[in-house]
Each structure stands twice: as structure tokens, then as C-alpha cells.
């Protein structure tokens, strides 16, 4: 293996002292312009990076920001969602020349872990949060490290009570300068989950469906929870009971997805429509259904939350809410470089999901 360079090659090569070299590469005075140009680019000829734990001692940035997901394993190669996501951040820090260090653990304990060993450390200088809780200990610890973070999906409440409200107007307000030494920034990047839920829920009330099953993702994520009330909003508002209309929950996985799928149709009076929160369980649901010959659209309607290529691919087509996730994930990578360059903390609100109708959802039968 070859070794790495050190200050005291760039010295030799440069031909001075290794104090000077320290010097240049730090931006502090003591050097003229001249030789601290020559240093920097013997250190770039020999492929010199600054070693992270001396950097943490002295106080400079990583150039790198972090992203923990505490999700199970086995639910992550098959979701697009996060793909797509990462696919957005990593555009926009790629261009700021911004690394992203990423890590998956199983728990939220674990991610807290991570944290506080990142900011020891001085491994990033601010962090992306996603999958907000209901109960969450993540942002209290944040602001305990004066760790900067962006949260991505719901507005988290703030260790300090300060912070953007969810105004969309926020988003465009000019930003005043922060402070050097402040708690940490809990800004957010959101989706309308609800509204999106209610755009869904009428659609297929007016297609005539008044049997519906949301099969919802993990409990206690704030999503979960935000379109599963809203769900219940809409159906009250249109005289539908929890008997008629109701969400059932899985881990997200396509095992879990077909898994509700058979229990909510072997009901004695199953569910004319199927809203799943992801595409993966979606595919899932819409093989049970053929494989119990029950067929779609003829007595089964099936919507996904995520469009993606399964959608588009399977046979019948999925009706799903389109959405543009690799945005999604540009504007909190966007939003976190914000932050790290002294904007307040704000709430941005993306595009709310459209509904794309294609063949896997129609009235349902009459008799039903």
C-alpha cells in the first residue's frame, strides 16, 4: 500500500520548513504569497489531504455533511424512494464540492450514536435528518451538539423553541446572518403528505369507492402518521367510517405488503380500493390480487404513493402520485448548505404529488 504524503514531503520537496508548510496550508499568516502558492501545489502534485482528527483540532471545516437512516436492512434495496433522493442531494453537493457521508443503522439509538461520534470527531459540519418521529430525540441532541442539521419531511420542534414556521412564504424570505456561536439549526425541507392523501382519497371516492385500506408504512414516522389522519379527515368529511375506511400498518417492505394485501381481501367484505405507501408494496398487492384471480381494475382498484418504473412496467399499470423525489432531495441538500452558510432556520415546503390515473384504478363493481 503507498503511503500517504506528509508536511514533512511537501517541506522537502518544497524546499522549506515544515512549519511553513503548516502555515500555508492552514491559510495563516507568516508565509508570502509566493511560497504558499508553491506549497499548495507540491502538496496537490503529491495528492496531500489534511488529516481529519488534526483538522478537528484546529478548528476547520470537513467539507462533508452526513445522512444516518435507521431503517431495517432488508426494506432499503428494494425502496426507490431513497435512491432518488440521495440521487438530488448528492447533485447539488457534488457541485459545492461538499462530500456526503452516509451510514445505515438499525435503530434510532444507534443513529444517535453516530451523532455524537461525528461531531467528536469533526466529521461533518452538518447533518440531513430523515424520517422524522412523532417522538423524536433527534433534535434535542442536535441542538445539545450545535450540530447543524436539516430535517427532511416534517418541521421537528426546536431544543431552543426558535426556528421558521411552516409558512410557505418562509421559504423565499430574505435570510439574515446568523451569529458564529448559536445552537444548532434545525431547518426543514417538507412534502404536503396530507393534501396529497385528500387528492387521493377523492379520486377514488368519486370513482365510487367507499370500501378503502391504506397499507401505511412503519409507526411513529411523522408521515405515516400525517397521512393516515388525513385519510380519517377525509372520510368523515365524506361520511365514511373507520369500518368502511381505515390504514393498516407494515415496515414497507414487499413480504409486509403482500402480507396486509391477503389479510384486508379474505375480510367478508373486502376493500374495493388499495392505497399503498410505497410503489415496492404497491407491485406486491397488485400480484396477490392476480394471484387470488381477483382482478384489477374489475374489483379491485390499487393506487401507489411513489410513482417509479415498477409502476409503469407492471401489468395493469399503477395509478400513482408522481412527485419529483430527486428535487426533493436537492432542495434539503440546498437548504443545509444554506444553513451552513448562516441562513436562519426556515421551513421549505416542495411541490405538493400529482395524481397520474392509469389503468389499475375504475369504478368499482356495481353490486359492491
Known amino acids: 500500500m503507498a503511503r500517504r504524503p506528509t508536511i514533512k514531503d511537501i517541506a522537502r520537496q518544497a524546499g522549506v520548513s515544515e512549519s511553513a508548510v503548516s502555515f500555508a496550508l492552514n491559510g495563516r499568516p507568516g508565509v508570502s504569497q509566493d511560497t504558499r502558492a508553491r506549497i499548495r501545489r507540491v502538496a496537490e502534485e503529491l495528492g496531500w489531504q489534511p488529516n481529519s482528527a488534526a483538522r478537528a483540532l484546529?478548528?476547520?471545516?470537513?467539507?462533508?455533511?452526513?445522512?444516518?437512516?435507521?431503517?431495517?436492512?432488508?426494506?432499503?434495496?428494494?425502496?426507490?424512494?431513497?435512491?432518488?433522493?440521495?440521487?438530488?442531494?448528492?447533485?447539488?453537493?457534488?457541485?459545492?464540492?461538499?462530500?456526503?457521508?452516509?451510514?445505515?443503522?438499525?435503530?434510532?439509538?444507534?443513529?444517535?450514536?453516530?451523532?455524537?461520534?461525528?461531531?467528536?470527531?469533526?466529521?461533518?459540519?452538518?447533518?440531513?435528518?430523515?424520517?422524522?418521529?412523532?417522538?423524536?430525540?433527534?433534535?434535542?441532541?442536535?441542538?445539545?451538539?450545535?450540530?447543524?442539521?436539516?430535517?427532511?419531511?416534517?418541521?421537528?420542534?426546536?431544543?431552543?423553541?426558535?426556528?421558521?414556521?411552516?409558512?410557505?412564504?418562509?421559504?423565499?424570505?430574505?435570510?439574515?446572518?446568523?451569529?458564529?456561536?448559536?445552537?444548532?439549526?434545525?431547518?426543514?425541507?417538507?412534502?404536503?403528505?396530507?393534501?396529497?392523501?385528500?387528492?387521493?382519497?377523492?379520486?377514488?371516492?368519486?370513482?365510487g369507492h367507499r370500501r378503502i385500506v391504506h397499507v401505511a408504512g412503519l409507526p411513529g414516522l411523522a408521515h405515516t402518521v400525517r397521512r393516515m389522519e388525513s385519510l380519517r379527515t377525509e372520510a368523515a368529511r365524506r361520511g365514511l367510517g373507520p369500518d368502511q375506511v381505515r390504514s393498516v400498518l407494515t415496515d414497507y417492505s414487499d413480504a409486509e405488503g403482500a402480507a396486509a394485501t391477503r389479510r384486508v381481501l379474505a375480510e367478508p367484505a373486502p376493500p374495493t380500493a388499495l392505497v399503498y405507501d410505497n410503489d415496492v408494496m404497491a407491485v406486491a398487492g397488485s400480484a396477490v390480487a392476480a394471484e387470488l384471480g381477483i382482478p384489477v381494475p374489475g374489483r379491485l382498484s390499487i393506487v401507489a404513493w411513489d410513482d417509479s418504473a415498477l409502476c409503469r412496467v407492471t401489468h395493469p399499470r399503477l395509478t400513482a402520485l408522481v412527485r419529483d423525489t430527486a428535487g426533493f432531495g436537492r432542495l434539503a441538500a440546498e437548504e443545509l448548505l444554506a444553513v451552513l452558510a448562516g441562513d436562519p432556520p426556515r421551513v421549505r415546503i416542495s411541490e405538493r404529488p400529482r395524481l397520474e390515473p392509469r389503468e389499475s384504478t375504475a369504478q368499482p363493481p356495481a353490486h359492491t
Do not use: K, N
Request: charged share 20%.
Open 58 to 207: 484546529s478548528g476547520e471545516r470537513s467539507g462533508a455533511v452526513g445522512l444516518v437512516l435507521a431503517r431495517p436492512a432488508h426494506t432499503l434495496g428494494v425502496e426507490s424512494f431513497f435512491l432518488q433522493l440521495v440521487s438530488g442531494i448528492q447533485e447539488v453537493l457534488s457541485a459545492a464540492r461538499t462530500a456526503l457521508l452516509f451510514q445505515v443503522v438499525e435503530d434510532i439509538d444507534a443513529e444517535c450514536a453516530v451523532y455524537r461520534r461525528w461531531w467528536a470527531e469533526r466529521r461533518v459540519d452538518g447533518v440531513l435528518v430523515v424520517d422524522p418521529r412523532t417522538s423524536d430525540p433527534r433534535p434535542a441532541l442536535l441542538e445539545a451538539l450545535a450540530l447543524p442539521a436539516v430535517t427532511v419531511g416534517e418541521a421537528l420542534p426546536q431544543a431552543g423553541g426558535g426556528g421558521g414556521g411552516t409558512d410557505p412564504a418562509a421559504a423565499t424570505a430574505a435570510p439574515a446572518a446568523r451569529p458564529a456561536a448559536t445552537p444548532a439549526v434545525l431547518s426543514s425541507v417538507r412534502a404536503d403528505d396530507a393534501g396529497a392523501m385528500a387528492q387521493v382519497l377523492e379520486y377514488l371516492h368519486e370513482l
